[in-house]
């Protein structure tokens, strides 16, 4: 099994910035893709990015030039640095893994390690 754990949410204004991490223990050797989810109320749950153990990178359209995925080089850590931010990124954030190279942005089924989710609120 491998655990999850998100910190670094909080407020911020509207063009602000926050950065997320997300901390990977127990079987990590499992892990070759981790990725960050959100969900706003009301809403289901989206990819914001995604990041396979070659450091390929993938990003929803809406964050693409604002939020940057990155992982340590112990991959056990996975961060979000989020930039510009805008009130519709207000959500809880989800930290993600898989194993497996397939390393998607659009749909949440294949990962299977979940957080327990971080909150972001951006005020206007």
């Known amino acids: 099994q491998v655990q999850l754990s998100e910190s670094g949410g909080g407020s911020v204004q509207t063009g602000g910035s926050l950065r997320l991490s997300c901390a990977a223990s127990?079987?990590?050797?499992?892990?070759?893709?981790m990725a960050w989810f959100r969900q706003a109320p009301g809403q289901s749950r989206e990819g914001v990015a995604s990041i396979d153990n070659k450091g390929t990178t993938a990003y929803a359209d809406s964050v693409r030039g604002r939020f940057v995925i990155s992982q340590d080089n112990t991959k056990e850590n996975l961060y979000l640095q989020m930039n510009g931010l805008k009130p519709e990124d207000t959500a809880v954030y989800y930290c993600a893994a898989k194993a497996g190279i397939y390393c998607p942005t659009h749909t949440e089924s294949p990962y299977i390690y979940w957080g327990q989710g971080a909150q972001v609120t951006v005020s206007s």
């Open positions: 127990g079987e990590t050797y499992r892990v070759l893709c």
